[in-house]
């Protein structure tokens, strides 16, 4: 989840454009919401094309949600709900993140731009999948590994 969504394939072909315009819930739904276990924030996925959401708003909604650079504000209101430990281990991720960056110019970019949102999955940013836990359709958790 940390790659663009243009880099998704499957057995290493990239996705048609039939499937990212599929239905991503049945029944079909305008809206969806989607949480992530011991991550502070919900993700909002809005249909953009269609009247209902397909799997393009998913993944580019959650790449986007993702990708969020924190402010100051942020950065405080989420220290206030996570312990130290998780704090500490959102900061090494950060330094892993650019840190992994091949080129200067992208180092030096992801460096300046602070922690985002998917530092604080900790490592844990292989998708693996979305699973409907509620008695409510348009509620939806992300599970990583």
């Known amino acids: ?6 880099t998704i394939s499957r ?8 499937i990212w315009k599929e239905c991503a819930t049945y029944p079909p739904l305008p809206r969806i919401t989607i949480t992530i276990p011991n991550f ?15 799997l393009e708003d998913v993944v580019d909604t959650i790449y986007a949600s993702l990708r969020k650079t924190l ?10 709900k996570l312990a130290p430990t998780d ?3 959102a ?3 950060y330094e892993h993140r650019y840190g992994n960056r091949r080129s200067a110019e992208f180092y030096d ?14 490592g844990r940013t292989h998708f693996m999948g979305l ?5 409510k359709s348009d509620q939806w958790q992300l599970n990583t590994r």
């Not at 057995?11 to 039939?18: E, I, V, Y």
């Not at 402010?71 to 206030?80: E, G, I, M, N, Q």
């Not at 699973?131 to 008695?135: A, E, I, L």
């Open 87 to 89: 704090q500490y281990y």
């Open 11 to 18: 057995r290493h072909q990239s996705l048609s454009r039939r």
């Open 109 to 122: 970019d992801e460096k300046r731009r602070s922690l985002r949102r998917v530092d604080f999955l900790v």
């Open 1 to 6: 989840m940390t790659e663009h969504p243009s």
């Open 91 to 93: 900061a090494r991720a």
């Open 40 to 54: 502070p924030w919900i993700i909002d996925v809005r249909a953009t094309k269609t009247s209902y959401v397909t």
């Open 71 to 80: 402010s100051r504000s942020d950065l405080y209101a989420v220290a206030s």
């Open 131 to 135: 699973v409907n836990n509620s008695r």
